[in-house]
């Protein structure tokens, strides 16, 4: 049964760090690109950051771009994103998913087998 399984969320902070992760199951991740979405309340869900199989690609949304970064570790089948200078507009359910194929592009319809998510709150 294919499934990712994310952890690491929390309440930090603003300024703070987490370093989220994604790790999947069921299936082999190196051959699957991997992204990041979140969703706060009454919000739509949006990308934030998808990387390639192998790693050599990232692709950032402009909330990420200089304080976020995404990487893998194929060997433990596991995705992480390190998020750093956290804002309360981050707030979120953070979620972990698999390319189903279309590159690297944060449009969640080219993402699949979504995991249940991990809540960061930013408050002080």
């Known amino acids: 049964q294919v499934q990712v399984v994310e952890s690491g969320g929390g309440l930090v ?5 987490l ?7 069921g299936f082999t991740l190196d051959t699957y690109a991997m992204a990041w979405f979140r969703q706060a309340p009454g919000k739509e ?8 199989a192998s790693g050599a690609s990232t692709e950032y949304a402009d909330l990420a771009k200089g304080r976020f970064t995404i990487s893998r570790v194929n060997a433990k089948n596991t995705v992480y994103l390190q998020m750093n200078r956290l804002k309360p507009e981050d707030t979120a ?4 998913a ?9 449009d969640q319809s080219y993402f699949g087998f979504w995991g249940q998510g991990t809540q960061v709150t930013v408050s002080s």
């Open 13 to 17: 902070q603003p300024g703070g760090a």
């Open 19 to 25: 370093r989220l992760s994604c790790e999947a199951s």
């Open 45 to 52: 869900r949006e990308g934030v950051s998808s990387i390639s």
């Open 93 to 96: 359910v953070y979620y972990c």
């Open 98 to 106: 698999v390319s189903l194929g279309l590159g690297l592009v944060l």
